[in-house]
């Protein structure tokens, strides 16, 4: 299984990597600074769909391209993207502008305040892929 | 003007009336002259002889001129006067009307109307002038004005016998005249004398009275004089007053009678008198007085209904301006109170948006390193490993660094936002633009070339700090996101749009792609160059220091092309009244 870490805080890359680490060695965690290195890595796998992630996790703030810029991008390569990739924003405020313009959003899957508890990270990966809107703690 | 035509017309009719009123009165005066002529003519054919100029010696007239006399209330005497000029026969009539033969003759050989009348042939008659009469030689008073009707007397051979002579008593003549009268009235003989005068009495007949002081209508009046004696008829008007005149020539006068007209006699007489009458403008008023009364009462009235309707004119239209005025002020009121409203709002907007954007910090930036802090926290308190503990040292050394950044930063915002009484004056933004300037190796070294154009306007009121630290974030972007591929250059220039001030800082360096950012472009800790050092504060706190002072900013930008910050500046006003 392989998640894309796209954030520009590099604590929450280490914790993250750390706890999915715990949860399950074989996990394959890729980090991006920032959402055009993200998004960057994806088009160009797009020739080699087992390279693209499973579960993508999304920081909204970011330089360069944001959240929402990733988003975009991704949506004008989406119907090239033959894999179930499961994309969930992540924010660190509980801004409810930030929630309503994410469920517009049909790529999204759902919606985590940080930190991310190790708990969460369980649920995502037992019960990939999903169809249900994940959104903890709200 | 109606007025004055009124007067005019009705002077007119007044000189037509006193005109009529003259010829009768010359009228009545050839009436009463008639009888004597024809009386005189009578004695004049009688057949007198030589005894009858014998004084005293007249019986058998005596009766029949007594009853002659008698009937003839005018005549005062009835005289016969010899050819030597010695009276012969006088009868008189007394002061009780009463006939007399006066035995009392006298001699009148040096008196005109005897001297003119023995001039004369056989069939003519004399009328003297109006004269007084004397006894005498002396003016007998009361006077008594006369005129004398004569003819000379011959005897059946033809020979001069003398003159037959009766007076005329011209006083109730006169009299009846100067009756109801209504202007003055004056009648002058040829030689201009006064024969009557109704508004100086003492001056008639003066010539006669008291001739070395003589002052008669020539004197008075010499303009009219002059006009009488060119034979001027009927009515004028000259600086001595308004004239209605009547020519009597006496000889003229009585060549309508049978006795003249046949030939049977004619008139020798230099009498010619003048008929006058001054009508005086006060007459003319008093005779249209009413008409005036009339005319002034309907002006009146008109005047009050004038004034009147005026006045509540005047009093509407000044009620309008009040009103108007009250309205205007009240509107102005409004509109500044609206445009108070107005900027208080976009002030509250300005501080709504700003307050979000402070609470989307605190939010997003403070929120992630404490949240991370409290993961590490739980992780190292979780772990038993202490080398796996030290692997989280350098990562809370991150978070703390980041988190005073952040505190930082938050400061020099969180000191703008309150700035509300942030220090303004009126600031020259050459000397502070070229200071700024200086600040920068890559500009004093020339590697990118300024070029300033500052004439529109030249100051502003404003921070001279917050300006100072707009400058120069502003040309520190321009520095930085340069196109090294390109001779760089800035460009900074005041102009105005509408009456405001504008400062724009171009520049042709990598440009920015507005599609993508143009919503982040001020905010926080937003960068958008990759491989480029930014701290992502600069435009944010440039665009804080703008809207806490009124000012705006906007950006255009091509990628590849350049970048132009255009700064719109607005009076400074209501922002005291924001302060609390």
């Known amino acids: ?84 990739v499961q994309i969930y924003m992540l924010t660190s405020s509980d801004d409810p502008e930030d929630l309503e313009k994410a469920k517009k959003f049909s790529e999204l899957s759902g919606y985590i305040v940080k930190p991310v508890s190790k708990e969460e990270l369980e649920v995502l990966i037992r019960n990939f892929p999903s169809i249900e809107w994940f959104q903890p703690n709200l | 003007m109606l007025s004055i035509w009124i007067f005019l017309n009705e002077r007119n009719n007044i000189a037509n009336l006193e005109q009529k009123e003259l010829e009768a009165k010359a009228n009545l005066v050839v009436e009463s002259l008639n009888p004597v002529i024809s009386n005189i003519y009578y004695w004049s054919q009688y057949e007198f002889t030589e005894a009858d100029f014998t004084a005293n010696h007249h019986k058998k007239f005596e009766e029949t001129l007594g009853d002659f006399m008698v009937g003839m209330n005018q005549y005062s005497q009835f005289r016969l006067i010899n050819k030597e000029g010695k009276e012969t026969f006088r009868l008189i009539r007394t002061e009780d009307g009463k006939i007399i033969n006066d035995k009392i003759l006298q001699n009148k050989e040096s008196r005109d109307y005897f001297k003119k009348t023995m001039q004369l042939d056989s069939s003519a008659i004399y009328v003297s002038p109006l004269n007084l009469n004397r006894e005498f030689g002396e003016i007998e008073k009361p006077y008594h004005p006369v005129i004398r009707g004569s003819a000379p007397l011959f005897s059946e051979e033809g020979q001069k016998l003398g003159i037959v002579v009766i007076n005329f008593d011209a006083k109730d003549l006169l009299n009846s005249l100067n009756k109801n009268l209504t202007s003055s009235f004056f009648i002058i003989d040829e030689n201009g004398n006064f024969l009557s005068n109704s508004s100086q009495r003492n001056r008639e007949l003066e010539h006669f009275i008291n001739p070395e002081e003589t002052a008669g209508f020539y004197k008075a009046n010499p303009e009219t004089w002059k006009t009488l004696n060119r034979d001027h008829q009927g009515h004028f008007k000259n600086k001595e007053g308004f004239w209605v005149t009547e020519k009597l020539n006496f000889k003229n006068a009585v060549s309508h009678l049978n006795l003249i007209k046949g030939n049977y006699a004619h008139l020798e007489s230099s009498n010619t008198w003048f008929l006058i009458s001054r009508v005086s403008n006060l007459n003319v008023l008093a005779s249209i007085e009413n008409f005036y009364l009339a005319l002034l009462i309907i002006n009146l009235i008109f005047l009050a209904v004038i004034v009147y309707v005026s006045n509540a004119e005047i009093k509407h239209e000044l009620l309008k301006r009040h009103y108007l005025n009250d309205l205007k002020e009240k509107r102005n009121k409004l509109e500044n109170q609206n445009i108070l409203l107005t900027s208080i709002q976009k002030k509250l907007q300005i501080w709504n948006r700003q307050l979000k954007e402070y609470n989307n910090i605190v939010a997003h930036n403070l929120r992630a390193p404490t949240t991370s802090m409290s993961a590490l926290v739980s992780m190292v308190s979780g772990s038993e490993d202490y080398e796996e503990v030290k692997t989280y040292i350098p990562q809370l050394n991150k978070i703390t660094g980041s988190i005073n950044t952040l505190v930082q930063d938050l400061l020099v915002y969180v000191r703008v936002l309150n700035d509300d009484r942030v220090r303004t004056e009126k600031l020259f933004v050459e000397p502070v633009i070229k200071s700024s300037l200086n600040l920068f190796l890559e500009i004093v ?112 930008s091509e990628p590849g092309e350049g970048t132009i910050f255009i700064i719109t500046f607005k009076k400074i006003k209501h922002h005291d009244l924001l302060s609390d």
């Not at chain 1, 920081?59 to 959240?67: A, F, R, S, T």
């Not at chain 2, 154009?453 to 996101?481: C, G, H, M, P, R």
């Not at chain 2, 160059?529 to 701290?535: C, E, I, V, W």
């Open chain 1, 1 to 84: 299984m392989t998640f894309f870490l796209i954030d520009d805080d590099q604590v929450f890359h280490f914790i993250t990597s750390k706890t999915l680490k715990k949860i399950n060695p074989d996990i394959i965690v890729e980090k991006f600074l920032d959402g055009e290195e993200g998004i960057n890595r994806i088009k160009n796998s797009l020739h080699k769909q087992s390279e693209l992630p499973d579960i993508v996790l999304l920081d909204i703030n970011m330089p360069y391209l944001n959240g929402w810029g990733f988003l975009k991008e991704f949506q004008t390569i989406g119907d090239q993207i033959e894999k179930e």
């Open chain 2, 445 to 556: 070294d020339g590697t990118v070339r300024v070029d300033l154009d500052l004439q529109e306007w030249k100051t502003i009121e404003f921070s001279k700090v917050y300006f100072q630290s707009i400058i120069q974030n502003l040309i520190s972007n321009a520095i930085k996101y340069r196109d090294p591929k390109k001779k760089c250059f800035i460009k900074i220039k005041t102009h105005k749009v509408n009456k405001k001030r504008i400062l724009s800082i171009e520049d042709n360096g990598l440009g920015i792609d507005l599609k993508k950012h143009e919503s982040e472009m001020f905010k926080l800790y937003r960068r958008f160059h990759r491989n480029l050092s930014g701290r992502g504060m600069g435009l944010f706190l440039v665009k804080t220091q703008l809207e806490s002072l009124n000012a705006e900013i906007e950006v255009k």
